[in-house]
Structure formats: structure tokens, C-alpha cells
T-cell receptor, first 117, second 112 residues
Framework: GAVVSQHPSRVICKSGTSVKIECRSL??????MFWYRQFPKQSLMLMAT?????????EQGVEKDKFLINHASLTLSTLTVTSAHPEDSSFYIC?????????????FGPGTRLLVL | AQSVAQPEDQVNVAEGNPLTVKCTYS??????LFWYVQYPNRGLQFLLK????DNLVKGSYGFEAEFNKSQTSFHLKKPSALVSDSALYFC??????????WGAGTKLIIKP
């Protein structure tokens, strides 16, 4: 089946630093990648939709200058949390739609746990 | 407006008993519905989906879900629960932009 990886799986950083999270589709090309954020014991919140070669579409309330998304290829999207603060601590999950597969199925990465001290 | 509701924050079931995790939805047009599971400290895993066809959909790990159009429901079921089924379960609806609309999640606790 389609596999999506995320790196790193966990990251701890100091307040004010920037953190980059990678999302890769390992065995398929992804037309679209999505970035979600999950707060403890809460549902996922869609942050942005990323299409290869174009600017990401951000959901209302998500700061695009704080959460930079780059989708440079059909297999890689990155989320950079700039000038991270403790309130940015969360579980970040990406997902991808397969170029060849049914568009209705999203394949999820394992998630990245970010802790900002 | 399209929406998904999971009315139970938590469901407790004894091991070996049947389990049901409820999901209702609201959509104009035909629904595309999904169930995902999240184990502790891990990302989401796809369980099953309903696009069209039989109302009873079978998925991973012995789970199944029944699509009921008249009740606008898509409840997740398993005939015999395992302790390892304990996790957070999310119901989701696909909107016209192929983005998922998520339920709030239901914590399933299976007691030995």
C-alpha cells in the first residue's frame, strides 16, 4: 500500500527557533498533500492544502507566514514552523493523495510531535 | 453545510463483546465516508471507506461499518472487541474539494 513518511518523528526546540518537518510519499506520486494539526485529545485541524509547484492554500486562522509550506516535488512537502513558541507545541500530521489512485483516499504520515520549550 | 458528528467522547466495552462507535453526517449529494484509527503516539491509519455499493463495508482489523442513508449514519462495528482495539477513532466525510471533514473522535477503551 501507499506509504507516507514524516521526518522527524519528534522534535524539541527552543522558543524562537524554526523547525522544518518533511512529508514524503515513498512509493507513489502525490498530487496534493495536506497538513493537519492535532491538539491533545482533540480532532485533526486542517492547516493547509499543498499542491506541487504552486502556493499552498491555508485554512482560515492559520498564519501562512508562520507555517511555511513548500511542495517542491510530487513526493515531498515541507512544513516550517518559524519562530516557534510553546503554543505551537502539537502533533503535526501530513497526508497525501495518490496521483494514480482514487482521489478520495488520503494516506497519512505517522505524525511529528513538536515540543517548543 | 457538510458536517460529521461523533456523539460519544468515549466508549467502554468489555473484551469479547461487540462494539459500536457512532457517526452521523450531513451532506448534500452522495457521501464519501471514512473511518480512521489513531493508536497512542502514532499517526492515523485508514480503516475503511464507503463510496458506493453495499451498505456494509468491511475494513482492516476485523472492523466493518454500516452505511444508513435514511438515518445519515455510518457506525463502526466489530463483533468481538480486543484489548488492542483501544484507540482513538475518527469518522470523516470527503467534501467536494477532496478535503476531509473530521468528526471529533471517539476514544474506545476495551477492558480485559
Amino acid at each position: 500500500g501507499a506509504v507516507v513518511s514524516q521526518h522527524p518523528s519528534r522534535v524539541i526546540c527552543k522558543s524562537g527557533t524554526s523547525v522544518k518537518i518533511e512529508c514524503r510519499s515513498l512509493d507513489f506520486q502525490a498530487t496534493t498533500m495536506f497538513w493537519y494539526r492535532q491538539f491533545p485529545k482533540q480532532s485533526l485541524m486542517l492547516m493547509a492544502t499543498s499542491n506541487e509547484g504552486s502556493k499552498a492554500t491555508y485554512e482560515q486562522g492559520v498564519e501562512k507566514d508562520k507555517f511555511l509550506i513548500n511542495h517542491a516535488s510530487l513526493t515531498l512537502s515541507t512544513l516550517t514552523v518559524t519562530s516557534a513558541h510553546p503554543e505551537d507545541s502539537s502533533f503535526y500530521i501530513c497526508s497525501a493523495n495518490s496521483l494514480a489512485g482514487p482521489q478520495e483516499t488520503q494516506y497519512f504520515g505517522p505524525g511529528t510531535r513538536l515540543l517548543v520549550l | 453545510a457538510q458536517s460529521v458528528a461523533q456523539p460519544e467522547d468515549q466508549v467502554n466495552v468489555a473484551e469479547g463483546n461487540p462494539l459500536t462507535v457512532k457517526c452521523t453526517y450531513s451532506v448534500s449529494g452522495n457521501p464519501y465516508l471514512f473511518w480512521y484509527v489513531q493508536y497512542p503516539n502514532r499517526g492515523l491509519q485508514f480503516l475503511l471507506k464507503y463510496i458506493t455499493g453495499d451498505n456494509l463495508v468491511k475494513g482492516s482489523y476485523g472492523f466493518e461499518a454500516e452505511f444508513n442513508k435514511s438515518q445519515t449514519s455510518f457506525h463502526l462495528k466489530k463483533p468481538s472487541a480486543l484489548v488492542s482495539d483501544s484507540a482513538l477513532y475518527f469518522c470523516a466525510l470527503l467534501d467536494s474539494n477532496y478535503q476531509l471533514i473530521w468528526g471529533a473522535g471517539t476514544k474506545l477503551i476495551i477492558k480485559p
